[in-house]
C-alpha cells in the first residue's frame, strides 16, 4: 500500500510562548504548542472552556530571517530582546473525546483551537511568524548540513536552535532530528 502523506490546509510552525484565555469571568494560561492561520494548539489548560469562541492573547515572537543577515548578527540576537506582536483572536475547541469517560477526559493535555474569530490583522501576522519560522528551519537544517564539526558553526547551530525554541544542549544529532521532525510537520499530518 502507498505511503499517503496528507499536506494540512495552512502551515504550521511550533510556539513556544503562553496564551492567554478567558472563561466565564477568569484569565487562565496555557502553554502554546504551535500556531497556524488555521488555529492553534495549546497545553496544560486548566480549565476547558465550554464555550463556542474562547477569547484568547497570544505573543508572536518577531525573528529576523537568519539568512538575511551575518553571523555575527546572529549571535547578537536574544529571545528575551525580539520584539513581540500580541494578538487577540477567538477559538474553538476540537477535541476528540469520544468514547472517553470523564475520568480519562481530564488527564487530556493537549487541545487543538479553531480560530472562528481573527482580524486580518492577526492572520497576516500570524501567516508572517509561520514563514519567517520556516525560512529560519531550513537556515538551521542548512547549518547541519555545513557544520563540518567546526566548533564556531556548531556554535552558531545552537545558538539558533535555542532561538527557535530547541534544547541548544541536546547532542547534534537529536537536535537536528528534532528540527527535521518539526520541518516535515510544517504541512504533512
Sequence with gaps: MADVKFKRKHLRSPLKTIALYQSDCYIFKAKCLNISEGGVLLENLPSVPEINAIP?????PQFPEFNSITTAR???VEVDELSAEIIRVKARTVRQFEGMSEVDQVFVTRIGCEFVV????????????VSTFAKNTIYLLNLF???????????VIRHV???????????????????LHDY???ESL
Design 56 to 60: 484568547l492573547m497570544l505573543s508572536l
Design 74 to 76: 546572529i549571535k547578537e
Design 118 to 129: 481573527a482580524s486580518d490583522h492577526a492572520k497576516q501576522a500570524i501567516k508572517k511568524y
Design 145 to 155: 548540513e555545513s557544520h563540518g564539526n567546526d566548533e564556531s558553526r556548531i556554535n
Design 161 to 179: 536552535a535555542g532561538l527557535l525554541g530547541y534544547d541548544s544542549k541536546l547532542k547534534l544529532a537529536v537536535l537536528r532530528q528534532k528540527v
Design 184 to 186: 516535515q510537520s510544517l
